[in-house]
């Protein structure tokens, strides 16, 4: 049997995990998060729930893959004890990633399209009514956002192509290491800004009264939200990166390495964004549009604006396309450990496929913009995302918790002996009760309250439908959990 590939090095496989990790959630969503919930209250709970919900699952995705040498295809085959039906969530894994690179190769497009944009000056001089349709335009136009999307795809899959440590890991560790020289020096460049040190005290002093205005909490499950969805946790992404992983190491160090890293890469995002909102007079708790519509006004105002500009979008492909990157990886592993594929037959099915799979969410801006899955003003791409933040990250990661502490899956003791071997933290042995019973309560509450804010809008059938769909998935994710005979023979092999 083929052995498997290995990272070259312990940076190689903290950057390219952070990279996975690392993507629009970070420098897109988290700066008007923390411009929409007050700022730096925001960002204290957001911090706490990164270290007592984040961190943990992180460890076990770790841990299942390690222990494995397997992605999430067969991993849970692997490690389950006989009877356990823990192996049916490899499929629910397969199809989030899919879905997931479905409209995440689309944004990759847009980010890229605007670094391009920017650079040849197609932004500069227009004033805020131009930028919106410049936007606008982009969307409406299928064949530029194909295109883009397309490059995405091509891109991405041929480094994969050159395997993990010539392709992934040489690659992403450059990116990786430019992406972090760009966040410092566009932030030391916005704290220059005249009026920057406003936003800053906006966004690094906590002030409660911020917090109340737009009630304590929706902050608190704002920041919850956030802390659980920024490390790209739940799918599986992650557990492919542990099959590569040697055994020299500890779990517990490493992935708090990849948390301080990826909320250092959040942070920093929005000391970019949030001083120069607040220096031009602009809300930094503009939404989604804040990077699109909001922030080119915002450069057309600055001295060398086109450069700040150009510099700011390659950061942010950089930082999308380290995440495409990885997933891509995760989905080759896919078809390599099902079907043993090689490596390039799996990369010339999965371009084709992805480029096709991709296009729906391209058209619902513009060819099927009449289909609104969720209701009025809805598109594809808001369902493709539904589907995997709203429900196969949340639920994934109850599984894996439960798979690693709980009597039905691979064991408590299975999972401390694999997380504490090598140098480096050790994980603590007395908080089985915590991730057991505390952290699938807290993501069944986020993952049943993102159900009501999503439908609570609509009509009351409606609403009754989309909560009734919500507890037949619980229940399903807790037939793969308990319905297994328990067994203490794993089906792994020594």
Sequence with gaps: ????????????????????????????????????????????????????????????????????????????????PQGSKFHCFSYMSIVSNYVLMMFYTMVAGWML?????????????????????????????????????????????????????KGLEKVTKFMMLCLL???????????????????????????????????????????MSQAFFTLSIG??????????LGKDRSLLGESLHITLLDTFVALMAGLIIIPACFSFGVEPGAGPGLI????????????GGRIWGSLFFLFMSFAALST?????????????????????????????????LSLPAVLGFNVLSGIQPLGEG????????????????????????????????WGWKNFLKEVNTGEGMKFPKGIRVYMLYVIPTVIVVIYLKGYWDMFSSKSTGVL????????????????????GKRSSKSRRRS
Excluded at 197 to 208: I, R, W
Excluded at 328 to 334: K, T
Aim: charged content about 10%; glycine content about 10%.
């Design 1 to 80: 049997m083929k052995e498997r590939e290995k990272f070259g090095s312990r940076l190689g496989f903290i950057l390219v995990s952070a990279g996975c990790a690392i993507g629009l959630g970070n420098v897109w969503k988290f700066p008007y998060m923390a411009g929409k919930y007050g700022g730096a209250a925001f960002i204290l709970i957001y911090l706490v729930f990164l270290i007592i919900l984040g961190l943990p699952i992180l460890v076990c995705e770790f841990a299942v893959g390690r222990a494995s040498r397997k992605s999430t295809a067969r991993a849970f085959h692997e490690l389950e």
């Design 113 to 165: 399209y605007y670094c391009y944009a920017t650079v040849t000056g197609q932004l500069a001089g227009k004033n805020a009514e131009q930028v919106t349709e410049h936007f606008s335009g982009l969307q409406a136009s299928a064949g530029t956002m194909t295109f883009w999307m397309v490059l995405v795809v091509v891109l991405s899959f041929g480094i994969c192509s050159l395997g993990v440590q």
């Design 181 to 223: 020289t760009l966040i410092v020096v566009l932030a030391i460049h916005s704290l220059t800004l005249d009026g920057a040190m406003e936003g800053v005290k906006f966004y690094l002093v906590p002030d409660f009264s911020e917090m109340e205005k737009v009630g304590i909490g929706n902050v608190v499950f704002g920041a």
């Design 235 to 244: 799918a599986g992404s992650m557990t492919i990166f542990g099959s590569y």
């Design 292 to 303: 699109f519509l909001t922030l080119p006004n915002v450069f057309n105002q600055m001295t």
């Design 324 to 356: 495409v990157i990885a997933v891509f990886e995760n989905i080759l592993s896919y078809a390599m450990d099902i079907w043993g594929w090689s490596r390039k037959k799996a990369v010339l099915v999965n371009v084709v496929l992805m480029i096709i």
């Design 378 to 409: 809805t598109n594809i791409m808001d369902l493709e995302d539904f589907i995997v933040s709203n429900n196969i990250l949340p639920l994934g990661s109850v599984v894996y918790v439960m798979f690693c502490v709980s009597r039905y899956g």
């Design 464 to 483: 009754a439908a989309w909560m009734v769909i919500s507890l037949l998935v619980l229940a399903f994710i807790g037939w793969i959990i308990f319905g």
